[in-house]
T-cell receptor, first 111, second 114 residues
Framework: EPEVTQTPSHQVTQMGQEVILRCVPI?????FYWYRQILGQKVEFLVS????????KSEIFDDQFSVERPDGSNFTLKIRSTKLEDSAMYFC?????????FGQGTRLTVV | GENVEQHPSTLSVQEGDSAVIKCTYS??????FPWYKQELGKGPQLIID?????GEKKDQRIAVTLNKTAKHFSLHITETQPEDSAVYFC?????????????FGTGTRLTIIP
């Protein structure tokens, strides 16, 4: 069964450092998302991406965040200068039609 | 924007009994309501969904009901088994043929007691 894969599974970084979270969506899907889940809280939408551009972003997705699909397969989330409050699980999802398929997540810990 | 509330936050059920998780939503334009199961260390997995043109949908031991007038929907799991232990999330969106973000509830940690 096709699946969304994310790397790394866990990333520890120092405050102020840049991180790149990577995702390989399902190959024939056209819509891609990043969500995050702070420990014990709900899954929150960050950004959606279609046709090589952002189609919607939330208030959380400020200038420190960017997304890219550099090579037609990978889909990346970059946080330019991490803050303590960026510590969370980050989920990538891809979608074709209604159902969204989620990756297993990257746990980002900012210290 | 859409706001989804989910109750209870934790639920413990004896194996074999039924579990019910409830969600309410605020946006009357929402018409797609999926339920996700999240096991430890994994991403959310779709287990069942319902659209606003139906009031109930069933898949083996899992069922979802929708009351569009009251803006609430519920997940029902019958004959619960230990492998049903997980965190369950409800979600909602407008189902505009794709490219529509999901708004999630706060999650319910379901524990099945053997």
């Amino acid at each position: 069964e096709p699946e969304v894969t994310q790397t790394p599974s866990h990333q520890v970084t120092q405050m102020g450092q840049e991180v790149i979270l990577r995702c390989v969506p399902i190959s024939n899907h056209l819509y891609f998302y990043w969500y995050r889940q702070i420990l014990g809280q709900k899954v929150e939408f960050l950004v959606s991406f279609y046709n090589n551009e952002i189609s919607e972003k939330s208030e959380i997705f400020d200038d420190q965040f960017s997304v890219e699909r550099p090579d037609g397969s990978n889909f990346t989330l970059k946080i330019r200068s991490t803050k303590l409050e960026d510590s969370a699980m980050y989920f990538c999802a891809s979608q074709q039609g209604t159902e969204a398929f989620f990756g297993q997540g990257t746990r980002l810990t900012v210290v | 924007g859409e706001n989804v509330e989910q109750h209870p936050s934790t639920l413990s059920v004896q194996e074999g009994d039924s579990a019910v998780i409830k969600c309410t939503y605020s946006d009357s334009a929402s018409n797609y309501f999926p339920w996700y199961k999240q096991e430890l260390g994994k991403g959310p997995q779709l287990i069942i969904d319902i659209r606003s043109n139906v009031g109930e949908k069933k898949d083996q031991r899992i069922a979802v009901t929708l009351n569009k007038t009251a803006k609430h929907f519920s997940l029902h799991i019958t004959e619960t088994q230990p492998e049903d232990s997980a965190v369950y999330f409800c979600a909602a969106n407008r189902d505009l043929l794709g490219n529509e973000k999901l708004t999630f509830g706060t999650g319910t940690r379901l524990t099945i007691i053997p």
